[in-house]
């Protein structure tokens, strides 16, 4: 089994910064992706970044403050957030796209984390 723990998340003053860890456990052959999304109160979830292979994906709302970042020999991605404003508040949850080893066969597969709040209030 695959599991993604997030850490990080809490209450900031506009302005301010956090930052959002995301560790994969368990049986992982490899790991092709892994990036941060997040839903507001009434949204659909959208894509906040992602990093493949090195290359980072941002949305336009996000670019310039956020920063995505990844350990693979942990198997953990980071979301360094700043200049954080009320319109980042949402639940931000961690996607990976994971390969398991199963009885000689390869299995990918997307697995999300539980979500974690950010609140970004004065």
């Known amino acids: 089994q695959v599991q993604l723990v997030e850490s990080g998340g809490g209450l900031v003053q506009p302005g301010g910064s956090l930052r959002l860890s995301c560790a994969a456990s368990g049986s992982i052959f490899s790991i092709n992706a892994m990036g941060w999304y997040r839903q507001a109160p009434g949204k659909e979830r959208e894509l906040v970044a992602d990093i493949r292979r090195g290359s980072t994906n941002y949305a336009d709302s996000v670019k310039g403050r956020f920063t995505i970042s990844r350990d693979n020999a942990k198997n953990t991605v980071y979301l360094q957030m700043n200049s954080l404003n009320a319109e980042d508040t949402a639940v931000y949850y961690c996607?990976?796209?994971?390969?398991?080893?199963?009885?000689?066969?390869?299995?990918?597969?997307?697995?999300w984390g539980q979500g974690t709040q950010v609140t970004v209030s004065s």
């Open positions: 996607n990976a796209d994971i390969i398991t080893a199963q009885s000689m066969s390869l299995f990918v597969r997307d697995y």
